[in-house]
């Protein structure tokens, strides 16, 4: 499966066939609290974090309306250090973008570091459909790739797959070695793909990865790993492509630590990943390694109609896939449900935004308007107002009827899960409650304007009924 | 008109603001890129002093799966080396670059090699310009004293940092980087091995960079008392 077709359209029937796959619920279950646990502490040890919160909407909210000028100092900055910045319109403008580059050194494979925006414009069946191997080094972008599959979370891509599947896939992919070899845990695993790929970062003439901030003040791409991954890919082979979407841009090195500070604390509850790599240009002409080339190919691909309109602010987004880790529909239903790119609540706002209302707009209607993603944005994102905003388009651009109340029923869907819907009462709860500051009175309600506008609203103070109602039995 | 015209033209037009002619826009970006802020606050953690700073450098270190031990002067290194090296059953071998606080060193029997990472390196070891305390991150800026590779393509990667050198978080490592020209190909910040939770959610270290990192704090400037 690649995201050349979208099959956001059929989400509905989508869902039905995630929550029946015994596999992948196996292995939603064993991520969910995993990922709520670790953000929680890792925000709770920053005393300034909402500060920092605010620094970032801020500083996104500046970026975003100069963003024309930063644009132009940022391209001037790669100049000056000798790389080149193309800027492609749209996808199509990028797999030629990317293309050429690789041709014009004769490339036989090309190394992939984890890159969202290449998943966008579908770079790996252009390379493969030119006669070009595009290798995915990351961990989980690999283990996907063997499977035919696209990533189901944007940060831990291979998230829905169990292990013993991973087993299956390297025993069929790896037929060189020898079949009775134990692969029978997670680390016998890992050092398999890590020998095999080692091979391949020494084979490949052109690395791609993507960028987590490209910095205008320095002209400088940002990368943020754990595996290491991204770095031998940009390294070793001759050109270095980055692939990076105009929204990426940060004015200076200060606010990138706004970003590094929010960014890996909301993703996986680390302090710092463990790679944060800064690049400029190409290798200088005494450096003893680092790519001859460096390219870096600037996606607009419906970005810039975003701006000056209700949804500017999804351009804030940081990537850290924290929405969706907290979105019981995400939790329930898994990343390919959502049949495009991007899942979970950020995914809803945005692909309605690249890829129409006619072929995302069922997204909106994708939630249970808990209000928790909001909650957890690192950059504060209104993500269930934007999807409100999204509906009441698809209302205005008076789809036909059987569209909207395709709307409608996708809620019912949902709300007719009872298991789902008591994970997602819960999950509000708790974010409520601690929106309320302990004070046991909100101020305001995310979704709830009109009415916190006249009144407090008496905070959750337990549990929900359906909780209390079970331990009661107990 | 190319496409960066018809972007750039198109961002421009959603942008325009009759309250805001041009020349005020560009010189609210001029401000911001001379670092004129609004700056961000910044975290009690990222202003740790004096022995407080090497202190919590230490311990973040550890806490991100990184090993540390102290050196007193660069020429112990090699024996410092040695000790951990036979400590992990690793071979006698080390690969560096060219940095000037490896040249004058006696590494004894070790055999030390200068130059890029290759496919198979049991062990290899930089220094990085900047410890920094705030996450226990290294700062390491590629070039042939520290060839990039080298970072990467450990399997134990050893890295030298001076205490005069370790700072108390990222605005002191700006103020340093940008002192120095910001001329390196890539600044690589690293905190801790390389890991991956991929494979069923479970971290596990050694993904495809190092394995084990382990970190040679030096005294003082690395200045060897005369
Ligand atoms: S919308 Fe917010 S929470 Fe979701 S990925 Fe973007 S920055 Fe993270």
Redesign the pocket.
């Given at each position: 499966m690649s995201h050349a077709h979208p099959t956001t359209p059929a989400f509905k029937s989508n869902s039905r066939d995630a929550l029946a796959n015994a596999n992948l619920q196996t292995a939603l279950r064993n991520a969910r609290g995993h990922f709520v646990d670790k953000r929680a502490a890792a925000a709770a040890k920053v005393s300034e974090f909402e500060q920092i919160r605010d620094a970032g909407r801020e500083m996104k909210n500046h970026t975003l309306a100069h963003l024309d000028l930063y644009l132009e100092e940022y391209e001037a900055r790669v100049t000056a250090a000798g790389g080149h910045v193309h800027w492609a319109e749209s996808a199509e403008d990028a797999r030629r973008i990317v293309l050429e580059i690789c041709r014009s050194v004769n490339a036989k494979t090309v190394n992939k570091g984890k890159t969202m925006i290449s998943e966008e414009c579908g770079i790996n069946d252009h390379l493969a459909a030119n006669g070009i191997t595009p290798v995915e080094t990351d961990l989980g972008e690999y283990i996907i790739q063997l499977r035919h599959e696209a990533p189901s979370h944007?940060i831990a891509p291979a998230v829905h797959v169990t292990v013993p599947e991973i087993e299956a896939a390297f025993r069929k992919a790896h037929a060189h070695l020898p079949p009775d070899r134990d692969l029978s845990d997670n680390a016998t695993l890992q050092m398999e793909a890590r020998r095999i790929l080692r091979e391949k970062y020494f084979q490949a003439e052109v690395g791609i990865t993507g960028a987590n901030m490209l910095i205008a003040e320095t002209g400088q791409s940002v990368i943020v790993t754990n595996e290491g991954n991204g770095d031998l890919s940009q390294s070793l082979p001759k050109v270095h492509i980055v692939m990076a979407s105009l929204e990426k841009l940060v004015p200076t090195l200060d606010d990138a630590a706004t970003v590094l500070r929010?960014l890996a604390r909301?993703?996986t509850g680390q302090e710092m990943s463990v790679y944060t790599t800064f690049s400029s240009g190409p290798r200088r002409s005494e450096d003893p390694d680092g790519p001859e080339q460096y390219h870096v190919v600037l996606l607009d691909n419906g970005r810039s109609n975003m701006v000056g309109t209700e949804f500017q602010e999804?351009l804030?987004?940081?990537?850290?896939?924290?929405?969706?880790?907290?979105c019981p529909v995400y939790q329930s239903v898994g990343g390919h449900a959502y049949g495009w790119v991007y899942p979970?609540?950020?995914g809803a706002?945005?692909t309605p935004s690249l890829i129409g209302v006619e072929e995302g707009g069922q997204l909106p209607n994708a939630s249970t308007f808990c209000g928790r993603?909001?909650s957890?944005?690192?950059?504060?994102?209104p993500?269930p107002r934007m999807m409100r905003h999204w509906r009441e388009r698809e209302f205005e651009k008076r789809l036909t009827p059987s569209a909207a109340r395709y709307g409608l029923s996708l809620w019912a869907f949902f709300a007719r899960r009872p298991a789902l819907y008591r994970f997602g009462t819960r999950m509000g709860m708790k974010a409520l409650r601690r929106l309320a500051g302990g004070r046991g009175r909100l101020a305001s309600l995310p979704l709830g304007g009109g009415w916190t506008g006249e009144r407090d609203f008496p905070a959750p103070q337990g549990k929900t009924f359906m909780d209390q109602w079970k331990e009661a039995r107990r | 008109m190319s496409a960066r015209d018809r972007i750039l033209g198109r961002l421009r037009t959603a942008l325009a603001d009759p309250e805001r002619p041009q020349p005020e826009r560009e010189a609210a970006v001029a401000a911001r890129l001379r670092g004129e802020g609004p700056h961000a606050p910044v975290p009690a953690f990222a202003q740790a002093h004096g022995q407080a700073r090497l202190t919590q450098f230490m311990a973040k270190l550890e806490a991100v799966d990184a090993t540390v031990s102290r050196v007193s002067s660069l020429p112990e290194l090699p024996r410092a080396l040695a000790h951990e090296l036979r400590n992990r059953n690793l071979p006698a071998e080390i690969r560096h670059g060219a940095d000037p606080a490896f040249a004058g060193l006696d590494w004894g029997a070790i055999s030390a090699s200068t130059g890029i990472g290759r496919i198979e390196e049991p062990a290899t070891l930089s220094r990085a310009r900047y410890g920094m305390a705030e996450t226990g991150t290294l700062v390491l800026a590629s070039g042939p004293d520290n060839p990039v590779t080298l970072t990467f393509l450990g399997e134990t990667h050893f890295v030298v940092v001076f205490e005069d050198d370790v700072k108390a978080g990222l605005e002191e490592v700006w103020a340093g980087l940008r002192g120095s020209g910001l001329d390196p190909r890539t600044v690589n910040m690293v905190t801790g091995p390389s890991r991956s939770a991929d494979i069923g959610q479970k971290l596990q270290l050694g993904a495809h960079g190092p394995v084990a990192l382990h970190v040679f704090l030096v005294s003082g400037s690395g200045l060897t008392d005369a």
């Open positions: 944007i929010l909301s993703a999804m804030r987004c940081i990537r850290c896939g924290a929405c969706m880790n907290h979970g609540p950020m706002v945005l993603c909001e957890v944005c690192p950059m504060k994102i993500l | -």
